[in-house]
């Protein structure tokens, strides 16, 4: 086994050497569960389950963890602004984003933390590093306490930024801050603006939690002082991920091997948030397309480059995938325990290509397609084509997607016997040589996307 991942500390793309043979962990930064589920939301998501199920496949037991976290300001904000209890709204857009990951295959982790539920050990992580003189509580009577940047010098190190460079850390008041760029480790209760159900006791007074300690200890948890990969999205990589890697580093943990992120889905050419007002809910988009195309359509790109958003370009992918699924409707036996072809294989290896690899897909369906042309079993090409879309967790035959890949079971039934009613007809007008009727019939199911090939075992279809 030889799999090369881009390391954005490096900068470079290295072996992939797991720190315990045969398993890996991993852990990727959940949503802040303000509001829907978005598209950019959900390609984190399925990015990292394509890495976890090739490093499934590939041999290794992976312990996969990604939290959520389910107090912050902003959930504050909105809930207060919505006249509700802010556990009411987290809880609430949890449930809509367990939806949104199961719309589209995206396996559920081996733990999802909440942050509300690992107080007690960031309350722990926050006392190692004030001993160890990285951290100080506010004299300001706050209640606060920051990271003291200035005392760990390898600050930056993620993102290769110098100190005097960063803009200054904005989750708190400044006024209890040594430097600007100190960051909140805790958040003393401002009893004037926020509830009393949104602190917890502490040494320091009443108070929450800062948003970068919650990642540190939850993945310390879970995963042990030292593990294999941190991912998230590329807008994570500063402030967040810099200050979990340098307070986790301070505290005496080794962390992440290899920091792993994904490219931003843009539209208009601005990165598809809540805050910009240009985001579409997962809930939305499925009323157009499947929950399986619109994997397609984010699998099929690198998960490191820029994706701009178009239902155009998503409509393109989705006609791509159905070729797929014709391929194997055509099929009726595809066999089982088949190997991915060795260049899918080598694409996913360097960097998860997966532009690679759905290449090598599109190049087995059609050779699949020429096999049946010929009269030929395609089989053999049918079993290997759904071998690389298990990888890509796109298999239209897994339960996960529910009946014909999330489609209604009833309505497949009614169009198959709409379909061959019209083909018989077409067969009774050519075998009394009524060839302009059987044309027209023939025109009228084209018309309606609908592919017939003559086999020997008489006429089929497909979506074209």
């Known amino acids: 086994m030889s799999i090369r991942l881009y390391d954005t500390a490096s900068r470079e793309v290295r072996d992939f050497a797991p720190l315990e043979e045969g398993k890996a962990g991993i852990y990727v930064c959940g949503l802040t569960v303000q509001s829907e589920p978005h598209v950019g939301h959900v390609r984190s998501a399925v990015n990292f389950d394509v890495l976890r199920r090739w490093l499934t496949h590939r041999g290794l037991e992976v312990t996969f963890i990604r939290n959520v976290t389910d107090i912050d300001d902003k959930i504050l904000a909105k809930a207060a602004a919505q006249d509700r209890p802010w556990f009411n709204l987290a809880y609430d857009m949890l449930r809509e984003l367990t939806r949104a990951y199961a719309a589209l295959n995206v396996l559920p982790p081996t733990y999802e933390p909440a942050a509300t539920g690992h107080v007690p050990e960031m309350l722990e992580l926050i006392r190692q590093l004030i001993e160890r003189g990285h951290a100080y509580a506010a004299e300001d009577g706050s209640g606060d306490v920051y990271f003291d940047v200035a005392s760990w010098t390898d600050y930056g190190e993620l993102t290769h930024q110098k100190v005097e460079d960063m803009e200054a850390a904005t989750d708190a008041d400044p006024r209890g801050k040594r430097n600007p760029q100190d960051f909140a480790l805790w958040k003393g209760w401002k009893k004037e603006v926020e509830p009393e159900t949104a602190s917890w006791p502490s040494p320091w007074g009443p108070g929450r939690p800062g948003w970068h300690i919650e990642c540190s200890a939850m993945a310390g948890k879970y995963l042990g002082r030292a593990f294999d990969i941190h991912g998230g999205g590329v807008d994570l990589r500063f402030p967040h991920h810099e200050n979990e890697l340098a307070q986790s580093r301070a505290a005496g943990h080794g962390f992440a091997s290899y920091w792993m992120h994904n490219a931003w889905i843009t539209t208009a050419g601005e990165k598809m948030s809540k805050s910009l007002g240009n985001s579409l809910t997962i809930p939305a988009v ?20 820029h994706v701009e958003f178009s239902f155009e370009a998503l409509e393109e992918a989705a006609v791509g995938f159905r070729r797929v699924e014709a391929f194997l409707d055509r099929v009726e036996e595809t066999g089982s325990g088949a190997e991915v072809p060795e260049a899918f294989a080598a694409a996913m290896d360097d960097d998860l290509g997966t532009p690679a690899a759905v290449a090598v897909l599109f190049d087995t369906v059609r050779e699949g397609n020429k096999a049946l042309q010929a009269g030929e079993d395609a089989g053999s090409y049918a079993a290997s084509v759904r071998a690389m879309l298990a990888v890509l967790g796109l298999d239209p035959a897994d339960p996960a997607w529910g009946p014909a890949a999330g489609g209604d079971e009833r309505l497949t039934t009614a169009v198959d016997v709409l379909v061959r009613g019209l083909l018989e007809q077409r067969a009774a007008a ?27 075992d008489g006429q089929k279809w497909s979506l074209a």
């Open 286 to 305: 499925l009323e157009r397309f499947r929950g399986i195309e619109l994997r397609f359509y984010v699998v099929s790109a690198h998960y490191r480059s």
């Open 430 to 456: 050519r075998a009394s040589k009524d060839f302009a009727t059987a044309d027209a019939i023939r025109d009228q199911i084209k018309a309606a996307g609908i592919e017939v090939t003559d086999t020997a």
